[in-house]
């Protein structure tokens, strides 16, 4: 009995290398359509943007947009999820970087002069199979509802993505909670709803959480989040560029507060992009950029 079909059909007749050869390529067919699924990399970045506003001076939008298509292009990630992202922006990187799409909803619901919680893909080689929002509130479906005393709504955009080469499915939820030092009870109550929704999905998803949590790896929200999910900094076994994101435009940055969490997949490495011309940056986070292994599930 053969250990593979196709070793029946090698010509016995033939020289002796030539039926190796042929019983090498039988094998090789085997292995790939009868053996388990290979992994897959997954490129995914987390980057607050930050808003176009005039007051920034020398820092304002009109002046950094190429240097964050250029970074952007530079990583060439499959994904994208974006803070603070208003309209004009999403559409100039798009302009600048035909490859990508991107989706959003603005955080009140409606207008473009408000910030979206903006998803970049790659068109070659993702595929949108559903999208939706929810808002960190008591009344998670009330579009810009804010019941828990934050300054602004906050908002999760989701969405349920297939990568195109192999049918691999995972889900995407992008986040940004509130920034004030006194929001901290509000970002752990918002972390405990966007636990609550993702238990809601299938048990063998594979999920990403990305954002800007505007808080440390050692508040309650973390281990909320982290006690379903891991954080892609911590467990990825190489790592580039320093741990902290935040640097005000500086250069320097001083706490870590954009966050990968995942399940379902394995982090291969992580990288805090701090690319930069003549002491510019394209935003006031650094970018975090983690490369995934994402089996297609059987």
Not at 126 to 138: E, I, P, Y
Not at 254 to 260: E, F, N, V, Y
Request: net charge positive; glycine share 8%.
């Amino acid at each position: 009995m053969p250990i593979f079909p196709c070793a029946r059909y090698a010509p016995r007749n033939a020289a002796g290398n030539r039926i190796w050869l042929f019983v090498l390529i039988c094998l090789a067919i085997w292995l790939l359509t009868s053996g388990p699924a290979m992994a897959q990399s997954l490129r995914v970045m987390t980057f607050n943007v930050r808003l176009p506003v005039e007051s920034d001076g020398p820092n304002r939008w009109e002046a950094r947009s190429a240097l964050m298509a250029e970074t952007v292009k530079r990583e060439h990630p499959d994904l994208i999820g974006t803070q603070e992202l208003f309209k004009q922006q999403g559409d100039d990187l798009v302009a600048r970087l035909p490859q990508y799409a991107w989706f959003g909803r603005g955080r009140r619901g409606s207008g473009d002069g408000d910030e979206h919680m903006g998803v970049f893909y790659r068109k070659d080689r993702l595929r949108v199979l559903a999208t939706g929002d929810f808002w960190l509130s008591d009344t998670p479906e009330v579009v810009g509802s804010i019941t828990w005393g934050n300054l602004y709504p906050r908002m999760v955009t989701w969405a349920r993505f297939q990568r195109i080469a192999d049918g691999a499915t995972f889900v995407l939820y992008n986040t940004h909670l509130p920034y004030r030092e006194e929001d901290e009870p509000v970002r752990t109550r918002g972390a405990a709803l966007i636990l609550e929704r993702l238990r809601q999905l299938p048990a063998d998803e594979p999920i990403l959480l990305i954002g800007d949590f505007n808080t440390v790896p050692d508040s309650r929200a973390h281990a909320l989040l982290t006690a379903a999910l891991t954080d892609a900094w911590q467990a990825a076994p190489r790592h580039q560029g320093p741990p902290a994101t935040f640097h005000n435009f500086t250069g320097k940055a001083d706490l870590r507060i954009d966050w990968i969490l995942f399940r379902g997949l394995q982090a291969k490495s992580a990288r805090t992009v701090t690319t930069h011309r003549r002491g510019r940056y394209p935003s006031d986070h650094f970018p975090v950029v983690v490369d995934f292994d994402l089996s297609t599930r059987k």
